[in-house]
């Protein structure tokens, strides 16, 4: 009776072990079939790795595979030359009988409770399959240890290969610029999610970073700026900032990668981002300078001269050198921001667009980039360019990387152009993650997680054909605001392990709870990896939404995580485990700060959320828009002007934005109030082409139709390099009224002394209070 009893826990135990391992099989990005069977496959010391005799490729994975699970506790594998027979008590890795349908990135990744078998058309495709290997052991496996662990792989079968050909990432060192240590370790990162393009940004205004032979002042003079500015303070530092990776450098960094099967396609920008190369070289601009590494962010009206040869004989020398030094196919040329106002002044040009038929400076930029093309399609590269190239037209081979949103890939695919799709609003990872006020200084916008992870790189106009031109997708690291390793890493993941799922998994395999879940997993790696990433993603939203029986404002607070309680406080402390619980939307009856954080076990996850709500007699009540808003920052829609929330430091919560045109809003109170001040805040950032109103005008009415003047304001543009919010105020005898309308009229476009002078400025305004 005892030993039935006995045999009966024993298989309870079992099945509860097998269940809780088919929990914990978290991979991503997600495979193209998975199916779990059951029992395990231990690794012992007697484990044999069998790999396919002759391959020195297959060989150094195969290295990797036993230096990275001894290195963890786990035993030293014994590697062995494989026969064309799986022995017992082995892991496989063949070329042999792999599946011609997976291509030349796919595997199967076999395991049954004998021994594991890796299949690939490609050493590619080994290396993503001992990927996958690793994380179907415990995620220990990503830390050293002397601490002698049994691992134990579940009976599993793995079928997988990769939606788009292209998955990247990218890293400007032109701003700031990274130790060759950090840039192996970024590239660590990719290539365990799956990624295979290192786009490196390695040229700006504000630093030249590549040592090129033929022309040392590019290193010697370009590479360093008198100063940086200070985060958003408006100042500088007055420290000097400089540094280059040397060719040897590059030449350890490219063979790095590419045994991590990794790519690095380099940009070198051209025409515009050049003051670097300028200030080394002044004669290849239109002026002849003298010139300075640019100290502040931003474009430079100076780029290099597309009426002087000597500006091709340039680009051609450095981009020999860089040829030699990187084996990509792809060479990335920027192209992107280039004003015009010096080639419009400038007698070289103008000669150059009267000799070769151009009738305007759009088709001088076209020349320049068809005239580089040319010279790169003659060496066997193509060329990529952000998606400004396709003004004026490019050579067919040219491949557009679409930044400026989706519609540059969209007309780029329709033209039948291969398209590396990156737009801002998806694949910016400089963009906030999260709360502003909580989160590190950044550009501006704001790029959740769930966000990157619901992004579909091929768009839905596009017909089967034109689909087939949408190579992949990239995720992008600006580095105006990120002056670290650890900076980047908290910037770019997880986002970054979202795109990878966006671009390695099937469509139909994506899936958010599911992503979340793994994605537990995951973040214990890279916590044993040493990796600052962000726990942006155990955030909550605070928000209000509008009871329009009541017409009042409610609290609306949701999370993208679920599992979790949400708790909160509203007098400006910290939430705890013992804060009050969040079952629903509530009301609130006076200004007050709101806190909110998710708890599980009784402890706080990620970081606290907090926003300002402010209550008057406008919050909550209808708003009739007379002049639209712009669709690019709409807040919270026709109700953000008496939403209660006040505006934070990114324009895409609180904020709403109107560009180059006016606003106007009446809110309509529902009942005759004595009302004797109204306020709305602007804000005022001429780096986002963002200024105060010129004129701003309040109104009351009691009928919505006969209105009376209250209060205006006028202000001019003055140059100001810091950020700053302003109250339009108005106050003045009591009135009795219903309706409140306010105008603020625009300047329109940028003024004289702007570096982007003519182009639609935008007014940003936040809540309408009304006493």
């Known amino acids: 009776m005892k030993r039935t009893i006995g045999f009966l826990l024993l298989a309870v135990v079992c099945m509860f072990y097998n269940s809780l391992f088919a929990q914990e099989i978290s991979i991503v990005p997600a495979p193209l079939e998975i199916t779990q069977g059951n029992g395990v496959f231990s690794l012992n010391a007697s484990t044999r790795l069998s790999v396919d005799p002759g391959n020195k490729e297959l060989l150094q994975i195969a290295k990797t595979m036993i230096q990275k699970i001894s290195m963890s506790g786990g035993p030293a594998l014994i590697m062995d030359e494989f026969n064309g027979t799986p022995g017992k008590n082995s892991v496989v890795i063949t070329l042999k009988d792999a599946d011609p349908t997976l291509g030349k990135e796919g595997y199967t990744l076999t395991v049954t409770k004998k021994g594991a078998i890796i299949r690939a058309a490609t050493a590619a495709g080994i290396f993503y399959a001992m990927q996958s290997f690793f994380q179907i052991l415990p995620a220990e496996i990503e830390k050293n240890s002397t601490q002698a662990i049994e691992y134990t792989l579940p009976v599993i079968s793995i079928k997988d290969s990769p939606r788009f050909p292209y998955r990247g990432m990218h890293l400007d060192v032109g701003r700031h610029l990274f130790p060759v240590s950090f840039l192996k370790k970024y590239i660590d990162l990719m290539a365990m999610y799956k990624m295979n393009s290192f786009h490196w940004h390695l040229t700006e205004d504000q630093g030249w970073r590549l040592q090129v032979l033929k022309y040392p002042r590019l290193t010697g003079v370009g590479s360093t700026r008198l100063s940086t500015p200070k985060g958003r303070t408006g100042e500088n530092d007055d420290v000097p900032y400089g540094g280059f990776y040397t060719q040897a450098q590059v030449k350890e960094l490219v063979d790095y990668a590419a045994s991590k099967y990794v790519t690095i396609i380099p940009e070198i920008e051209m025409p515009g981002h050049s003051v670097a190369a300028l200030t080394a070289y002044p004669h290849l601009s239109c002026t002849g300078g003298p010139f300075k590494v640019r100290t502040e962010w931003g474009v430079a009206d100076d780029i290099l001269c597309a009426g002087n040869d000597s500006s091709f ?13 990187f ?60 998606d400004e190239i396709l003004e004026g037209g490019i050579a067919p081979e040219a491949t557009v990387m679409s ?69 992949g997708a990239q995720g992008n690291v600006w580095t105006e605001y990120i002056n670290s390793p650890e900076l980047v890493e908290y910037m770019a993941y997880p986002r970054a392990i979202a795109l990878s799922e966006v671009t390695w998994s099937a469509k139909d395999k994506r899936d958010w709870d599911g992503f979340l879940q793994r994605m537990d997993n995951q973040y214990k790696r890279l916590s044993y990896m040493g990796v600052n990433y962000s726990k942006g993603s155990y955030r909550v939203d605070i928000s209000t939404i509008r009871d329009s029986i009541k017409n009042i404002n409610l609290i609306n607070i949701t999370s993208e995580t679920k599992g979790f309680e949400i708790r909160y406080t509203t007098d400006g402390s910290e939430p705890t485990p013992a804060s009050s619980l969040y079952s629903g939307p509530f009301e609130i009856k006076s200004n007050c700060t709101v806190k909110a954080a998710l708890v599980r076990n009784n402890e706080i996850a990620g970081a606290i959320n907090e926003r300002n709500i402010v209550v008057n007699l406008a919050s909550g009540k209808p708003v009739k828009v007379v002049k639209p808003y712009s669709f690019k920052y709409p807040g919270t829609g026709d109700q953000a002007m008496t939403d209660g929330l006040v505006g934070t430091a990114s324009l895409k919560a609180g904020w709403q ?32 082409w963002v200024l105060y109103p010129l004129d701003v005008e309040y109104l009351l009415s009691t009928d919505g139709k006969n209105w009376n003047s209250v209060g205006t304001f006028h202000t001019d543009p003055q140059p100001s390099r810091s950020k700053a919010d302003r109250d339009f105020t108005a106050e003045f005898a009591t009135q009795s009224a219903r309706y409140v309308k306010v105008i603020a009229k625009s300047n329109g476009t940028l003024p004289d002394w702007h570096e982007y002078k003519g182009q639609p400025c935008w007014i940003f305004a936040d809540e309408v209070r009304v006493e």
């Open 403 to 471: 930044w400026r949103g989706v519609q540059g890939g969209i007309d780029a695919a329709k033209q039948g152009h291969d398209v590396i799709m990156t737009p801002t609003d998806y694949c910016y990872f400089d963009y906030y993650q999260g709360d502003p006020a909580t989160e590190p200084v950044a550009i501006g916008g704001y790029l959740t997680l769930k966000t990157v992870y619901n992004y579909e790189p091929v768009p839905p106009v596009l017909d089967a054909e034109q689909a087939k031109h949408i190579l």
């Open 327 to 386: 084996p990509s196919t792809y060479i990335h040329i920027g192209g992107d921001e280039a004003p015009k106002v010096r080639w419009k002044n400038c007698s070289k040009c103008q000669a150059r667009m009267k000799a070769e038929g151009l009738k305007d400076e759009m088709e001088l930029q076209s020349y320049f980039i068809k005239r580089v093309e040319q010279f790169l399609s003659a060496k066997g590269k193509r060329l990529i360019g952000w």
């Open 313 to 325: 004989t340039f680009v051609q020398d450095v981009l020999t050198e860089v040829m030699q030094l």
């Open 657 to 688: 934005g109107y560009e180059g045109s006016d606003m106007e809003v009446i809110i309509d109170l529902l009942q005759a109030n004595n009302i004797h001040k109204i306020s709305t805040t602007f804000i005022q950032m001429l780096g986002s």
